[in-house]
């Protein structure tokens, strides 16, 4: 019997050296056997056989030292697996794709053998550790390299390590003396991977026409008349309805250019020009339609669709019903917010500045300042303003329902998962504005989840594997300090900054007393109640209250007081006793935030004014005095501060906003807090 041959196999990596050690095996089995090495995983001091192969040229220097010179050496001559080159001829002509190998010279040697076997419908853009990436590519092609692929790439295709080609394996034969027995083999083999691919081939091709029947049958059951074409103009595909439209036969129309059959210049214009809008009410044949218009850009196509105005406005009313239905409305606009304080009006000033600009916004401001009223009003002035309005307050709900409210979920993704699954609210929200109350309450988890939305513009849901894209525009609102939350580590910074894109800050009712009036003959007429009056002495007790619990806070007094009041006239034995109205907040971190308050304070001028504009208020107060505006310009002047009235006005809403005074009307003049105390003392006494 003829003595076995020993083949030793060495390669770069691992997976290639199981896939050659594999074909190799195949191939000289059982007049042979195989015994391989990769280089990565180790090589022993010398090895021995009667023949040695070496994966790629790429590899002597680094094994050189093991070969035995006695022994004949095979360097393989590499080609692409055929098992997956159908992955690679089903891409559609001219995509630009990634070959992503291991090192330089490899990559370009798989492009060129692609290109030389007919395989050049691709546009390839090499990439290997170190080289420059074509952010173009959507598509990456690899040879078993999977792991090297850039993270923006969105689809891969592993051909697997390239394989030993023919005539590298034939040299093998030889070399072992062993080709005139293998050489049908060889042969057999071959064919049997030719007859494999083209058995895939039109098995693709099949399914593909079916799945290209069943799509023309879903088009031409449409209502709206349908018509695609490249890059060129060459028009591709158009439906029944299309076909009824222009009164000319499909088979007469396809392949030509579609500018010869819409010959219009507001349509042509409309269609082929740089028009941010995807539709447009235009004429054509002597019919309105709606045209719309999008680019499918993974084939490069352009597709036109013509459809019935009457019909889209009446699926627009349909839709609109259901979203007021369901409640997803924003109820709000700008008129809806009551004052006419300089504070109020500034805040609607700038958030009608933001409604337009379609970036994420966080509003800020204390519990009953009206954030969601806002949220509402900016929706109802953005270009989203037909698209649904979602909120969710985070307050009232636990992370693991916030999780499958927020992204929904897939049927079977926890105990209690509803058949088929359910749609999340950022779904849902799609094409509108979601409103997340009370930010500051999420999880971290949530606050990762969160931060991929924003980020990438999709989402998965949960138990699901597929991302989900979303246009959704996103307003934040907290009542908590979120920069004090990063610095404890309750809040990711880099949320933080996402949804902060846009600001705005909205004023406590205690800095907007001017409004109260406005505030309560407004609520009064809400509720039907119009013709209740109310005695200036109870509007003057009102207006001394802070407001802890700002416009909810009146709107609750202003119901208890209408129910208790008689003969339409509201009197001060109608207020509530003490125990209804919010107690301030106390400020458990006065000592420790003597730095901040310092920051606050020179963000909006000069800290030596305030200090001394607090020091006389408090002077005043310690001798039982009032100090009004006129008589601290006159103080300050004296004391080589000489401010104008307007700005001793501008310092002291500065000062109440920030809890340190309390603003009077008139002659009452202006009382320092506990707080403003404290921080005056302080920082006095840090010099």
Not at 217 to 237: C, F, H, P, R, S
Not at 490 to 518: A, G, I, M, N, W
């Amino acid at each position: 019997m003829e003595e076995t041959k020993k083949v030793i196999l060495i390669t770069g990596t691992e997976d290639t050296r199981i896939s050659l050690h594999k074909q190799i095996q195949q191939f000289i089995y059982p007049l042979g056997v195989v015994e391989s090495y990769a280089s990565d995983e180790g090589l022993p001091s010398m090895v021995s056989g009667d023949l040695i192969v070496l994966s790629t040229q790429l590899l002597m220097d680094e094994v050189v030292h093991v070969l035995d010179e006695s022994i004949p050496l095979v360097i393989a001559r590499r080609m692409i697996n055929y098992d997956f080159i159908d992955k690679i001829l089903v891409l559609p002509k001219g995509k630009n794709v990634l070959l992503v190998n291991d090192v330089q010279e490899t990559t370009i040697e798989t492009i060129e053998y692609l290109k030389r076997l007919g395989i050049d419908h691709l546009n390839y853009y090499p990439y290997y550790p170190g080289g420059e990436v074509n952010l173009e590519c959507t598509i990456a092609i690899t040879p078993g390299e999977a792991h090297l692929v850039p993270t923006h790439i969105k689809e891969v295709i592993d051909i697997g390590p390239r394989l030993i080609d023919m005539t590298s394996i034939m040299e093998i034969f030889r070399k072992l003396n062993i080709l005139d027995e293998r050489a049908d083999a060889l042969s057999e083999k071959y064919i049997k991977k030719i007859i494999q691919m083209a058995k895939k081939l039109a098995q693709y091709s099949s399914e593909k026409t079916a799945l290209n029947q069943q799509l023309m049958m879903v088009i031409n059951n449409m209502n709206d008349a349908i018509i695609v074409a490249d890059e060129k103009g060459t028009i591709q595909l158009m439906n029944d309805n299309m076909e009824t439209l222009l009164k000319i036969p499909k088979k007469r129309v396809l392949q030509q250019n579609i500018r010869y059959y819409l010959q219009d210049q507001a349509l042509q214009d409309f269609i082929f020009g740089e028009c941010q809008n995807r539709s447009r009410i235009l004429s054509f044949r002597q019919q309105d339609f709606v045209v719309e218009r999008f680019w499918m850009d993974e084939s490069n196509l352009l597709v036109v669709t013509f459809k019935n105005p009457h019909e889209t406005l009446e699926i627009e009313r349909k839709l609109k019903r259901e979203l007021i239905n369901k409640g997803y409305v924003a109820k709000y606009h700008f008129n809806n917010i009551i004052g006419e304080s300089k504070r109020i009006q500034e805040a609607k000033a700038i958030a009608k500045k933001l409604a337009p600009v379609d970036y994420t916004i966080l509003i800020e401001g204390e519990s009953g300042t009206g954030k969601e009223l806002f949220a509402s009003a900016i929706h109802n002035s953005s270009k989203r303003k037909e698209g649904p309005f979602l909120g969710v307050n985070f307050s009232a709900l636990s992370e693991e329902l916030v999780e499958s409210e927020l992204f929904g979920y897939e049927e079977g993704a926890f105990t209690g998962a509803k058949k088929g699954g359910k749609i999340g609210l950022f779904e849902q929200a799609n094409g509108g504005t979601i409103f997340l109350d009370e930010i500051g309450d999420i999880s971290h988890k949530i606050q990762t989840r969160l931060l991929r939305v924003l980020q990438e513009k999709e989402l998965m849901r949960v138990g699901g594997s597929r991302n989900i894209p979303i246009d959704v525009r996103i307003i934040a609102a907290t009542n908590k300090n979120l920069l004090e939350m990063i610095e404890t580590g309750e809040f990711r910074e880099d949320l933080y900054h996402r949804l902060k894109s846009l600001y705005l800050h909205l004023p406590p009712l205690r800095t907007r007393k001017e409004d109260l009036q406005l505030l309560l003959s407004y609520f009064l007429k809400q509720e039907g109640k119009g013709k209740i009056k109310i005695q200036q002495e109870v509007v003057q007790q009102l207006t001394e209250y802070n407001w802890y619990g700002n416009v909810r806070e009146l709107r609750n007094i202003i119901n208890y007081m209408v129910a208790v009041c008689d003969d339409n006239l509201i009197q001060l034995k109608d207020l509530p006793d003490k125990h209804f109205f919010q107690k301030a907040k106390p400020h458990n971190n006065i000592n420790l935030n003597v730095d901040e308050d310092i920051t606050k304070l020179e963000n909006y001028g000069d800290i030596r004014e305030f200090l001394k504009i607090m020091e006389k208020i408090e002077d005043a107060g310690g001798s039982g005095d009032n100090i009004g505006r006129g008589r601290l310009v006159s103080i300050l002047k004296d004391e080589g501060f000489p401010l104008t009235e307007q700005k001793v006005r501008y310092r002291l809403d500065i000062l109440e906003e920030l809890g340190y005074i309390n603003k009077g009307k008139g002659r009452r003049g202006s009382k320092i807090t506990l707080r403003g105390k404290e921080i005056l003392t302080k920082i006095i006494s840090l010099g």
